[in-house]
Each structure stands twice: as C-alpha cells, then as structure tokens.
C-alpha cells in the first residue's frame, strides 16, 4: 500500500520569507500523480499544485514550487515571498494513475506566517 | 455555482440517532468520494463511487452507507451514531480519465454527535 509521509507537524515562516515543506512517500509504481493541497480555517481543501511522475520537470504555480526527486520518492513544495493568506494546513497526497484508485494523503503540516 | 456541494454544513446530533449527509457536483465526474478527517486532521478514504457503482469500500462501520442515485450525487447515510463518528466528512469528485487533475472537494460537513 502506498504511504505518504509528512515529517513536519508544524512550520512557521516570517512573511516575505521563503518555507519548504518536506513530503515523502512509499510507492512500487512508476506512473502515479502528487499533489499538494491548503486547508486553511474554513477548511476548504485547495489544489496549489500537481506533479505527473513522468515530468522531471519541477512544477511551479506563480509563487508555489516543487523539488520532485522521483528515485528517491520525495515531493516537497516551496513557498517563496510568504504572504499571511498562506496560513493554512498543507497536505501532500499520492494517487497511481491507473483508474479506480482513491487518493492518500500525508498528516498534514500546520504552516503559521507571521507578520 | 458551487462545484461540488455538500448539505448540510455543521450537523450536531445525539448518539443513537440517523443521519445523512448530502453531496452534489456539476462537474460532469464520473467518480466520487467520501473521506473522513478526524479530530487530527488525518483524511481518510472512505467510499468511492464510478458511475453509480461502488468502487473503493474502505473498512467503515456498516454504520455507514453510501447511495448513489446517479453519477452527480452521492450521500451518505449514518444509522445509530455514536461519539466517535465526530468528524468532519468531505465529499469530494473527479474524472477517471483525467486522474492528474486531482479531485475538486467540497466544502465539508462538520458533525458532532453529543
């Protein structure tokens, strides 16, 4: 079964700042989906960004990155110039490409900006 | 328009008692979901639907029951709650054929079983 890690419960950042979220997971599939979604308070979940396995390019969404680093299964997204909207819980999820597969997510990482 | 719907939004309830949860996407997906968040904010697959028929049955207390009357709707059905089952339930959907886009959620259902 695949697992997705997330090492860190909680991170702060100083607003303007840059943060790096760290995310990990357990695979024997070579073609699968990673994503990383916001929760902020009114618990909405928000796709930021996605990664095809088979991209070696790193994804980017205007201030959000990723550093895909497929053989050694990590998925970690970058926050530049974090701004207070950014608050929120981040969870990493995995999910195989193949069809009639759900997605799993990662415990999640409380991320506070602080002004 | 909302994406995909969830009614109602915060239910409190008391132990022993029926309850349904309801889900709506206009999306045009053909595959939806039900997870479950707990108190740690740990989401958890529970159901999920393809086309009316029941694809993923997570180990949940039969409790529960999912029904879909068609690929737009799925609700959720919880008979004889117990303090446990507080949580907040999402509903979430997406296109099979389109896995890379991930799933669009809706809002949740925060429930409270006193």
């Known amino acids: 079964a695949q697992t997705v890690t997330q090492s860190q419960p909680e991170m702060s950042v100083q607003e303007a700042e840059t943060v790096t979220l760290s995310c990990t997971y357990d695979?024997?599939?070579?073609?699968?989906?990673l994503f990383w979604y916001k929760q902020p308070p009114s618990r909405q979940m928000i796709l930021v960004i996605r990664?095809?396995?088979?991209?070696?390019q790193n994804a980017t969404e205007n201030r959000f990155s990723v550093n895909f680093q497929k053989a050694a299964k990590s998925f970690s997204l970058k926050i530049s110039d974090s701004q207070l909207g950014d608050a929120a819980m981040y969870f990493c999820?995995?999910?195989?490409?193949?069809?009639?597969?759900?997605?799993?997510f990662g415990a999640g990482t409380r991320l506070t900006v602080k002004p | 328009d909302t994406a995909v719907s969830q009614t109602p939004k915060y239910l409190v309830t008391q132990m022993g008692n029926d309850k349904s949860i309801k889900c709506e996407q206009n999306?045009?997906?053909?595959?939806m979901y039900w997870y479950k968040q707990d108190s740690k904010k740990f989401l958890k697959i529970m159901f999920s639907?393809?086309?009316?028929?029941?694809?993923i049955n997570e180990t949940v207390p039969n409790r529960f029951s999912p029904k879909s009357p068609d690929k737009a709707h799925l609700n959720l059905h919880i008979n004889s709650l117990e303090l446990g089952d507080s949580a907040v339930y999402f509903c979430?959907?997406?296109?099979?054929?389109?896995?890379?886009?991930?799933?669009?959620f809706g809002s949740g259902t925060r429930l409270t079983v006193v």
């Open positions: 695979t024997s599939e070579s073609d699968y989906y």
């Open positions: 999820a995995y999910r195989t490409s193949g069809g009639n597969n759900d997605m799993r």
């Open positions: 990664q095809e396995a088979y991209k070696q």
């Open positions: 979430a959907s997406s296109q099979e054929s389109r896995g890379w886009y991930g799933y669009t």
């Open positions: 999306l045009g997906h053909d595959t």
């Open positions: 639907y393809n086309n009316k028929e029941l694809i």
